[in-house]
């Protein structure tokens, strides 16, 4: 036996009162028994199916083992169990629960899709059919009733390391990336912010480039789905540009609240009420922060507008008290620190979805060469993520409700199951001792399952 051969078996003599023995031999078995979830949840959304369809298969009919339903699902549902990459499938072409979730027979069924088959798949796809898949992923997100929707939109970095085309260098975050901009909406007063766009962008791209395209087809989907529902635009400072703030103002049904860098201008506004916050902060001895307003406007803007003023002295310990002056650009009209701390600061959160995003679905494992296929990774990325949202939004009250997605995956999702298939139904034997049972129980329930 060579040190790059795999044994099925393997004896550990000393470790406990008696030999044990580990056989790999248990074919009816996987780790993935909860992934039942995602089937259900994607029913029940419709997701991979709407996306599917936006896919023309040219292939010859008649040559054709894995349809383009299958494939997408077998990526999707892959991402979401913890395996990001296409050479991944050829470690579970046979693992009888990813079969039953494709709906082939989970023991005798035959095998899914390879390596080079998924590779031409991801590659195939143009993009015409990129955007109809994105189209088909904010509608699936945004189809549930609102009072009001609130829109983030976020860039974030994701570093290459291969010849990728347009991959190029940004000074900001000092690597060769791309630039994906990401955007999010959540309905009412629900904290969660739902995934509804990830559009991959040139490594050097500015952080508006592609923000006014990308936030008036989200606009023009919520008023043709919710006709009634108030719509607030939220984004950080590097989305204050003249063009947008134009574009927001033609749109009377629009709130907006944008972060704004400091300059020579706003800093002398901002003096009286910096020298509140110094006093203030001198007779505590903690961090304080007082609001005002002003209406300004920059040398580019035809019209002065509302900017929100947070005067803030921070105090930590063991360092000398720092002016740390915020601004944010609004056509609200409730008072200043409503409108920073309950609607801006908020905002904040998206910080974690994105956090999720890169380490719960690999939304950064771009790693084809060409830069179409690596958008259809990132919407892959985006519907395992959309799928496993739908999992926590079902998990409400329990201990769940607010987990990141790879902990609800080690949750909810990687647990051993003994698959057995009779001529009338398929059995799934999971751990009698699985800690999780009621949460599972729950949202099996509330995504369709019947007790039995």
């Known amino acids: 036996m060579t040190e790059h051969s795999t044994t099925e078996c393997l004896l550990f003599p000393d470790i406990f009162p008696k030999p044990v023995v580990v056989q790999f031999d248990q074919r009816e078995g996987s780790s993935d028994g909860g992934a039942i979830l995602l089937q259900a949840a994607d029913r029940r959304y419709g997701l991979t199916e709407r996306m599917a369809a936006c896919l023309r298969d040219e292939r010859q009919s008649g040559k054709i083992d894995h349809p383009l339903t299958e494939l997408l699902r077998q990526r999707v549902y892959g991402i979401a169990c913890g395996y990001p990459d296409a050479n991944d499938a050829d470690r579970l072409a046979s693992d009888p629960i990813h079969k039953l979730l494709l709906g082939r027979d989970p023991i005798e069924g035959t095998d899914l899709a390879s390596q080079p088959t998924l590779s031409r798949f991801e590659n195939a796809v143009d993009r015409k059919e990129l955007y109809r898949m994105g189209a088909v992923l904010a509608d699936s997100v945004m189809e549930r009733h609102a009072r009001r929707i609130t829109i983030d939109l976020d860039p974030t970095d994701d570093p290459t390391h291969g010849h990728q085309q347009l991959a190029l260098f940004n000074g900001h975050y000092d690597s060769w990336c791309y630039l994906p901009i990401l955007g999010f909406v959540s309905f009412n007063d629900e904290p969660e912010q739902y995934l509804v766009t990830a559009v991959l962008r040139p490594g050097n791209a500015p952080a508006p480039l592609g923000a006014a395209g990308i ?238």
């Open 215 to 452: 936030l008036w087809r989200i606009v023009k989907r919520i008023r043709r789905l919710f006709p009634g529902a108030k719509i607030r635009i939220r984004l950080d400072g590097g989305f204050a540009h003249p063009d947008l703030l134009d574009l927001f103002d033609a749109a009377p049904d629009v709130e907006y609240v944008v972060a704004m860098a400091s300059n020579a201008v706003l800093k002398r506004r901002a003096k009286r009420a910096m020298g509140k916050a110094r006093r203030q902060s001198r007779r505590s001895g903690k961090t304080e922060h007082v609001y005002a307003e002003t209406r300004y406007a920059s040398g580019t803007w035809p019209q002065r507008r509302r900017v929100i003023i947070k005067a803030e002295v921070v105090r930590a310990s063991g360092k000398d008290p720092k002016d740390n002056p915020r601004f944010v650009i609004t056509n609200q009209t409730q008072s200043p620190r409503w409108i920073y701390e309950q609607v801006y600061c908020q905002r904040g959160d998206v910080e974690n979805r994105i956090k999720e995003l890169h380490e719960g679905v690999y939304i950064g494992r771009t790693s084809c060469t060409d830069f179409w296929a690596n958008q259809f990774r990132v919407l892959l990325g985006a519907a395992a993520y959309v799928l496993l949202q739908e999992l926590r939004l079902r998990a409400a009250r329990t201990g769940c409700a607010r987990a990141q997605v790879w902990t609800l995956r080690e949750r909810l999702l990687k647990l051993g199951a003994r698959v057995l298939v009779s001529v009338r139904r398929v059995v799934l034997r999971l751990p009698h001792s699985f800690p999780f049972l009621s949460t599972f129980h729950r949202i099996a329930l509330a995504l369709g399952a019947d007790t039995g």
